[in-house]
């Protein structure tokens, strides 16, 4: 919805697909390349680097992988580094460091599960998979001095689960209606890691990093059906907030009832005003080109078009297009061929599969969401409506 449009949000999966076509196919050279051994130079036999993000403000360059942090200029040189890991640590131990009787610690590298920028506050936020997946604050101009630890457990506490946050608008409840908005694939490493405290989807506080509460049993989170737990597996790829909306970008099951029907991109969405997040919704993103099917989107970025790109998509001045890249699965899995599609999708396109899905619940008197593997999601199409 537009902030000047009023309607009706629900939980629903119908069969609504935002289809692309491929704007350029390319094929990947798994060749790594190493860099300079100079010592402020990062060099990729350093450590496996898993995100990076940018201070446009400043210029730096801040990058994060294995047991490493490193602040870099403009220029790309290494101007900060900090260890992150190996430290003492135990998945039965949780995230305020108390352990289960004869449980002893020991040395535990910390995966870094995401990366972001509070330019407001002026901190990079580390999110790593020590201490049950806690994230770590540090001062933007120097990573090297930190902010108190927040023991609240984030993300993923393993090496191969995927995460995304990002700091966004939300709910008033929220210090200066600035939220983190937290994704992560569910683990069961340890008795720690309960969808009380680590949900599928969160909205929390910047401050505490809690779970953002309206009301004492209203809280913005989104948690997997427990008997979805180990076997419908969702892969977060990439997440962004857009007119009053928070958007994520998954890998998941084509169908909850029959894994052997392979694995479909999905766009899904939250309303940042509703308390409860029963405005969860999602669509289908299909990648094609001369009948190959790119079904695992693997990044994404939301962009400005520069104005002849604007005019060939006939999009106004202010709208945005979302640009993803996409890889075809290897047979039915999740794992991605080496070659790969780029496709464009406009965002009034995507608010529109969205607005279309929410009617269709209704004018197809549904009786369900039809979101099985969404805990609470078989109820009737709710009567709520959300203003943004």
Not at 48 to 61: N, Y
Not at 267 to 281: G, K, T, W
Request: glycine share 6%; aromatic share 8%.
């Amino acid at each position: 919805m537009t902030s000047s449009s009023r309607g009706v949000v629900l939980l629903l999966f119908l069969p609504l697909i935002i289809t692309a076509q491929v704007v350029r196919v390319v094929r990947l050279d798994s060749t790594a390349t190493r860099g300079d051994s100079n010592n402020n130079n990062l060099t990729a036999a350093q450590t496996d680097l898993t995100h990076l993000v940018v201070d446009e403000q400043s210029g730096r360059v801040y990058v994060a992988g294995l047991n490493h942090l490193y602040q870099l200029t403009s220029d790309l040189l290494v101007e900060r580094s900090v260890v992150t890991g190996p430290q003492d640590d135990s998945i039965y131990c949780s995230a305020r460091g108390s352990c289960q009787q004869d449980v002893e610690k020991v040395p535990t590298d910390n995966h870094n599960k995401a990366l972001l920028l509070d330019t407001v506050e002026r901190t990079l936020v580390a999110c790593g998979s020590l201490y049950q997946g806690i994230c770590e604050k540090y001062v933007l101009e120097d990573i090297g001095k930190k902010w108190p630890t927040v023991q609240v457990p984030l993300v993923p506490n393993d090496a191969g689960s995927s995460s995304v946050a990002f700091i966004a608008p939300g709910l008033p409840e929220a210090r200066s209606h600035r939220v983190l908005y937290v994704a992560a694939s569910h683990t069961q490493l340890g008795p720690y890691r309960s969808q009380e405290e680590i949900p599928a989807i969160s909205s929390r506080s910047l401050k505490s990093h809690e779970i953002i509460r309206a009301r004492r049993f209203v809280q913005a989170r989104i948690k997997i059906a427990s008997q979805f737990l180990e076997t419908f597996r969702i892969r977060y790829v990439a997440g962004f907030y857009e007119d009053g909306y928070a958007y994520f970008f998954t890998i998941q099951p084509a169908n909850a009832d029959n894994l052997d029907e392979g694995f479909v991109s999905k766009l899904v969405r939250v309303c940042a005003n509703d308390p409860s997040f029963e405005s969860y919704m999602e669509v289908t993103l299909t990648c094609q080109s001369k009948g190959t099917k790119y079904n695992l989107v693997q990044s994404v970025d939301v962009v400005q078009p520069d104005r002849q790109l604007a005019d060939r998509l006939k999009l106004t001045r202010n709208e945005k297009i979302v640009v993803a890249a996409f890889a075809a699965s290897e047979s039915r899995g999740d794992q991605p061929k080496a070659s790969c599609g780029l496709c464009l999708f406009t965002m009034p396109d995507v608010k529109d599969a969205f607005e279309r899905n929410a009617q269709m619940c209704f004018s197809a008197n549904r009786p369900n969401r039809g979101l099985g593997f969404i805990a609470g999601a078989n109820l009737a199409c709710p009567k709520v409506t959300y203003l943004n």
